[in-house]
């Protein structure tokens, strides 16, 4: 099922503050949590793979572009 971008802004991952987000999908959300080393690798240009902390097993992909 489709869920709409989480837009971080350049200033939140420039302050690599760890913490819970959420990712909505129509009538539904996912929440997962961003570690400090996480932000590193966006600010790396890598893919930061998590799962969601519903415990529903999606995985959810996080890039910077």
Known sequence: HGHTTI??????INNAVPGNYTLMGGSH???F???ATDFA?????????????E???HIIDIVCI
């Open 55 to 57: 415990g529903d097993g």
């Open 29 to 31: 959300f996912h929440s």
């Open 41 to 53: 690798n966006l600010k790396n240009a890598q893919i930061v793979s998590k799962t969601d902390n």
């Open 7 to 12: 837009n971080l802004t350049v200033a939140e």
């Open 33 to 35: 949590n961003l570690t």
